[in-house]
């Protein structure tokens, strides 16, 4: 008996060191800018998320259900004939209204960044990450629509990140207000470089601003194009908070997010031409150079 | 419980089946209820039951899988809770002659107590990535409401928890009878 207990807690050592030994060596060598997705997370991502886009479809229905049967029933209690007819064209009014609503909202997603030469998809969020720690939003869109690992995400008003995960029908973006995503930035209006970072709930800093340049509150600041990520010129957010400090050679950046993130519904991915660009870049360098010789 | 492996895959899988369930409503019920800053970590009351409840050697393998399922829902990836979860196991393991679930008020006061000790281990390991203490003292106040939420499921998330795998009726909802 005893000898059997003894072999059972060397097993649970072996197996506690071993498995520790695993984490430690994939931790250390855990990529944090992108996931590449194995075939197996692939299937599995793909299987449970039509279970958080559900969740999100019944949401949808119930709230409409509620808003446009119980309510106006309700309401016809007072007046059943008048009521009823008015409740029915009101109810008639508002559906038009939702649907003109969200056919400008798409209007603008989709016409925003026109003068950018990039493909754009069209996405719903259907989750948020599993771990509070991570600004991490899922979306029902994937590889099959033509998204690509790193490719930039916008709404018509400005930045929301970058697509860190990706399985063939879904996609994980990491935004802007995670500590894990850095945007190579400019304040608009002084053209002053410095990386952008998430910092908490609905804010983010923006490091390596040397302390001579003279930013205000209500400074904008956008993407500068660099990193190889973000297109040049997306709107990030605005200057809410300056300190300088009279030692040190940078200053501390808060920025508020032009996207409200609590009431992010759709987003739009902007795919395709990453390499297409590199190429145009290249092309224009050799042009020239040929020029110059 | 018996040792073979075997014998511990379809509690496994069925307490994988409730992980992904509970992941779903972290993800996508509360937020579409306007829960969108607090998320629950159903998996560290999972992982925490196992260390409580389960006696078998192969706590570390049940770990690395519930923790990698749970990373198909986050981007935190499965190292940092599988490292955290085992050390927890282990600090369970010197200390079960003391720990008796004699009440669901007890049950609770441990999840919570092992919940801080899971805190501490994963904002050493973040605190070594980030060197930013801010973002601790951020995951620190997100902890609270959190965890408490957490250790107020634990009596009911334990009983369902002791039929999958067959713990000692005895040892019940409110833990074993004194």
């Given at each position: 008996m005893?000898i059997l207990?003894?072999?059972v807690q060397?097993?649970k050592i072996?197996?506690n060191v071993?498995v520790l030994?695993?984490s430690l060596?994939?931790l250390?060598h855990?990529?944090f800018s992108f996931d ?6 692939n ?5 449970f998320s039509p279970?958080q886009s559900?969740?999100t479809y019944?949401k949808?229905r ?7 049967y119980?309510m106006?029933?309700n309401a016809?209690?007072n007046?059943?004939k008048?009521?009823?007819t ?8 508002f559906?038009?209204?939702?649907v003109?609503k969200?056919?400008k909202?798409l209007?603008?997603l989709?016409q ?5 030469d990039l493909?754009k998809v069209?996405?719903q969020i259907?989750?948020w990450d599993?771990?509070s720690d991570?600004k991490?939003?899922?979306i ?7 998204i690509?690992?790193q490719s930039s995400?916008?709404?018509s ?8 995960r990706?399985?063939?029908h ?6 802007i207000l ?8 400019l304040?608009?209006r002084?053209?002053?470089h410095?990386i952008?970072?998430g910092?908490?709930r609905?804010r983010a800093?923006?490091k390596y ?12 600041v956008?993407s500068?194009?660099?990193?190889n990520?973000y ?5 990030i957010g605005?200057?809410t908070?300056v300190?300088?400090?009279?030692y040190?050679?940078?200053q501390s950046?808060e ?7 609590s009431?992010l519904?759709e987003?739009v991915?902007l ?6 660009v590199k190429?145009?870049?290249w092309?224009a360098?050799?042009d020239?150079?040929g020029?110059?010789? | 419980m ?9 509690p496994l899988?069925l307490?994988?089946i409730i ?8 993800t996508a019920?509360f937020p ?6 607090y998320?629950?970590p159903?998996?560290?009351?999972i992982?925490?039951?196992?260390g ?8 570390a393998i049940?770990?690395i ?10 981007i935190?990836g499965w190292e940092?809770g599988t490292?955290?979860g085992?050390l927890i196991?282990?600090?369970i ?5 003391l720990l ?13 107590l092992?919940?801080?000790?899971w805190?501490?281990?994963l904002a050493a ?11 601790i ?14 250790s107020?499921?634990a009596?009911?998330v334990f009983?369902i928890l ?6 000692s009726?005895?040892?019940?909802m ?5």
């Amino acid at each position: 008996m005893k000898i059997l207990e003894e072999s059972v807690q060397r097993q649970k050592i072996f197996f506690n060191v071993a498995v520790l030994a695993l984490s430690l060596f994939s931790l250390s060598h855990r990529q944090f800018s992108f996931d590449r997705t194995t075939a197996f997370e692939n299937f599995m991502v793909d299987m449970f998320s039509p279970m958080q886009s559900s969740v999100t479809y019944v949401k949808t229905r119930t709230s409409n259900f509620f808003e446009h049967y119980i309510m106006n029933i309700n309401a016809s209690q007072n007046n059943t004939k008048l009521q009823k007819t008015v409740a029915d064209l009101k109810d008639q009014v508002f559906s038009f209204e939702q649907v003109s609503k969200e056919n400008k909202r798409l209007k603008e997603l989709l016409q925003f960044g026109g003068e950018l030469d990039l493909q754009k998809v069209l996405a719903q969020i259907i989750a948020w990450d599993a771990n509070s720690d991570f600004k991490v939003l899922r979306i029902n869109k994937g590889k099959a629509d033509g998204i690509e690992l790193q490719s930039s995400v916008v709404t018509s008003v400005g930045l929301v990140g970058y697509i860190f995960r990706l399985t063939d029908h879904y996609a994980d973006i990491i935004t802007i207000l995670d500590p894990n995503n850095r945007v190579d930035a400019l304040v608009e209006r002084t053209r002053s470089h410095g990386i952008v970072e998430g910092y908490s709930r609905n804010r983010a800093i923006m490091k390596y601003l040397a302390g001579t340049e003279p930013v205000i509150l209500g400074d904008l600041v956008l993407s500068s194009g660099l990193g190889n990520i973000y297109p040049k010129g997306l709107k990030i957010g605005k200057i809410t908070k300056v300190e300088r400090e009279s030692y040190g050679i940078t200053q501390s950046i808060e920025i508020e997010p032009v996207v409200n993130f609590s009431t992010l519904e759709e987003v739009v991915v902007l795919v395709g031409t990453k390499d297409e660009v590199k190429e145009k870049e290249w092309k224009a360098l050799d042009d020239a150079e040929g020029d110059e010789q | 419980m018996k040792n073979e492996i075997k014998h511990q895959l379809i509690p496994l899988g069925l307490t994988i089946i409730i992980l992904v369930l509970f992941e779903v409503v972290s993800t996508a019920v509360f937020p579409a209820l306007g829960v969108k800053n607090y998320r629950l970590p159903f998996n560290i009351l999972i992982v925490l039951y196992l260390g409580f409840k389960v006696e078998s050697p192969f706590i570390a393998i049940h770990i690395i899988v519930l923790q990698y399922f749970h990373s198909l829902f986050s981007i935190e990836g499965w190292e940092m809770g599988t490292i955290s979860g085992i050390l927890i196991c282990m600090i369970i393991g010197y200390l079960k002659e003391l720990l008796h679930f004699s009440s669901a008020f007890i049950t609770i006061l441990l999840t919570q107590l092992f919940q801080v000790f899971w805190f501490i281990i994963l904002a050493a390991m973040l605190y070594m990535k980030m060197t930013d203490f801010s973002l601790i003292l951020d995951k620190f106040y997100r902890f609270i409401p959190e965890s408490i939420f957490i250790s107020l499921c634990a009596p009911v998330v334990f009983l369902i928890l002791d039929r999958l795998w067959g713990v000692s009726s005895k040892e019940g909802m409110l833990g074993e009878e004194v």
